[in-house]
């Protein structure tokens, strides 16, 4: 999202971009003066290609905190601007463009296909719901349960479909309990963090990681290589979950809150008569829209106690006396149309979830949240003709703490915008099966496949196996893997690449080669230089918590993919500057990527809480600031003790 001065932040990225295109050409006398004042050279000094690369990185930040356009664009510039510029990046143009082939993009895209492959059959949402029962009303007990089957399945899946099957268990819980389902939705993205540091496919990160470490280091991570420290720190996050963590988690959400109260809908929402003097008799509704003189919007008509069906054809069914209209208005409209256009409205009506689905056979109120890969993102309900497309209404919208409820048709969508549609159950599925939305609805019995839930679980093993014995590299594997769950009848062929993120795919293929030319051009060095200097009068388990610190910092500003591949090879050159194992520093900088605790906007299953929990942005500030600053001090220990310096 752009900042409110436009102006001012184009202007800045305009100056950046210049002075990286110009930059080659200028002579900066007065640079090459101060390179010779200070005794500067390539050997870690700051020459032309350093400055270079550490103005391409202040771009990106610049553009990855403020999304003028989506990021995975942004990464795509970097290889452009790479190859341009050769002669500084120190890249050939296969190096640039490494990243599209790299094991650990091709190995990501493939789990995107396994994960989908293993939530669709419904395996997922029934453990859930089985698993559910097993506590006896307690609070904290539900928390632990929540944390723990996440943290499992996050090991071994994209947490992101995890947290999406098992947000709507969590909120069902909670209310059968009489607590508040924030108090359980934030535990349940830290549990999806935490839980994808136990083996190498639980993240993208892990797998970048295991990339940079076998260029840099010739060693890459074995499947298991981390999971007794991934371990360890999902049993102390979960611990601090159920203890400090869980005192600090508001509960914004009400305990009894149906849908209508979540957002707000009771003066929004309303049925209403079509009486014998009413102007819109004999007018279609395209005809009526057209012709409104306030903000309202008809969403459903009803004739004859039998709602018509939501076919495109509805907006020219012509409106009848003793027609029941489900309008969408604020209480002064509505009291204007009442007045000024002859309708009636029912005695008493307050319309909530069950009297909107006594009225409207059929038709359910859902929530939908928008995915960081969605093609909705940035686009307008106008611009994707939304209704038509998807055959459902939109009620309201909300994002963080602000939620909408009027002049929707030309908002634009970002991720994490949770969205209330009225709708009926065949849509409700095919929004499930929609790689756009994220329904957030009870467990559906019919959405369980146990054949292809065999099949899926069977191939996860299969590559699990693999990998662990050794049989086939990484990324071989998990492209097995894919085509097994294609060929199955696990996912749908014409789903299979649906179901990949192509955001963090081109995210990924965009910024590998970007550490490579950290690495090339001598900024590692030079940076690693200066770490080195700040903690040259500390003991290296300081400067090990100082990367810790800022590969944190970075990740609850940007992103974990980006964080990685900018600080790992400053982190081994550090450790080597400092004459410790670089092993330690690259195993430290993976978990530190991945410890998003502090922002929403940090990692995606804190993006679908976020909306769904009714949070605000300083919750996690309050809530996950002590979990980040107690894995700053625990991790760089745990790392000392199992891999020592």
């Not at 069950?354 to 940035?378: A, R």
Request: overall charge negative; aromatic content about 10%.
């Amino acid at each position: 999202m752009l900042p409110e001065n436009n102006f001012a932040f184009i202007f800045i990225c305009l100056i950046i971009c210049g002075f990286i295109l110009l930059y080659p050409t200028l002579g900066l006398v007065e640079a090459q003066s101060l390179l010779k004042t200070n005794n500067l050279s390539n050997n870690g000094g700051l020459d032309r290609s350093i400055i270079f690369i550490l103005l391409l990185i202040l771009l990106l930040l610049v553009l990855f905190i403020f999304e003028p356009i989506p990021i995975s664009l942004a990464a795509l510039l970097v290889p452009i601007i790479l190859t341009i510029f050769a002669q500084y990046s120190r890249l050939t143009t296969a190096e640039a463009l490494a990243g599209f082939g790299n094991p650990a993009a091709i190995t990501v895209m493939a789990m995107f296909v396994f994960s989908a492959g293993i939530q669709r059959s419904g395996a997922v949402q029934l453990l859930g719901n089985k698993i559910s029962h097993l506590t006896a009303g307690q609070p904290r007990h539900q928390v632990a349960l929540i944390a723990v089957l996440t943290g499992f399945l996050s090991g071994f899946i994209n947490n992101t479909p995890v947290v999406a099957a098992l947000i709507p268990m969590s909120k069902e819980l909670a209310q059968k309990n009489n607590l508040s389902p924030s108090k359980l939705l934030m535990p349940l993205s830290y549990a999806a963090i935490l839980g994808g540091t136990v083996t190498l496919i639980g993240t993208s990160t892990n797998l970048l990681a295991s990339d940079v470490s076998e260029r840099l280091l010739d060693h890459p991570f074995s499947l298991f290589e981390f999971s007794l420290l991934g371990i360890i720190i999902l049993v102390i996050g979960i611990i601090y979950i159920l203890t400090i963590g869980y005192d600090l988690i508001p509960a914004r959400l009400e305990v009894e809150e149906d849908l209508t109260d979540q957002f707000e809908l009771q003066d929004y929402l309303t049925e209403v008569i079509i009486s014998k003097n009413c102007d819109f008799i004999d007018k279609t509704i395209t005809e009526i829209n057209t012709e409104k003189e306030f903000d309202y919007e008809i969403l459903r008509v009803i004739r004859d106690n039998e709602q018509q069906e939501f076919i495109e054809a509805q907006s020219n069914l012509r409106i009848q006396a003793e027609d029941h209209l489900i309008i969408k208005a604020r209480r002064e409209v509505l009291l204007k149309l009442v007045k000024n256009k002859g309708l009636k409205t029912l005695p008493e009506m307050i319309l909530n979830d069950q009297t909107i689905e006594y009225s409207l056979t059929g038709e359910n109120l859902i929530e939908v949240v928008i995915p960081i890969n969605s093609f909705l993102v940035n686009k307008t309900l106008a611009e994707i003709n939304f209704v038509d497309r998807y055959q459902c209404s939109i009620l309201a919208l909300r994002r963080g703490e602000e939620l909408t409820h009027q002049q929707l048709l030309y908002y634009r969508f970002q991720p994490g915008d949770l969205i209330l549609l009225l709708a009926t159950s065949r849509t409700a599925d095919r929004l499930q099966k929609n790689s756009n939305f994220i329904v957030n609805q009870k467990y559906n019995p019919q959405l369980f496949d146990k054949k292809k839930m065999i099949i899926s679980i069977s191939i996860l093993l299969f590559f699990i196996a693999a990998v662990a014995l050794n049989i086939l590299p990484v990324a071989i594997a998990a492209l097995l893997g894919a085509f097994l769950m294609a060929f199955s009848g696990c996912i749908d062929k014409n789903d299979f690449f649906a179901a990949i993120d192509w955001e963090v795919y081109f995210l990924l293929a965009g910024l590998i080669p970007l550490g490579t030319a950290i690495e090339k051009s001598g900024t590692a060095l030079f940076l690693a230089q200066k770490i080195n200097y700040l903690a040259s009068f500390l003991d290296p388990i300081f400067t090990l918590m100082l990367i810790y610190l800022l590969t944190s910092f970075l990740t609850n500003l940007i992103s974990n993919n980006a964080s990685v591949l900018l600080m790992l090879p400053i982190a081994v050159k550090t450790a080597i500057q400092v004459g410790v194992n670089p092993f330690a520093f690259v195993i430290t900088t993976t978990f530190a990527a991945s410890a998003a605790f502090a922002s929403p906007v940090g990692y995606q299953t804190n993006l679908m809480v976020y909306s769904s929990g009714r949070f605000k942005f300083r919750d996690f500030i309050i809530a996950g600031t002590p979990l980040q600053l107690i894995f700053t001090l625990v991790v760089p220990i745990l790392v000392k003790l199992i891999w020592g310096f």
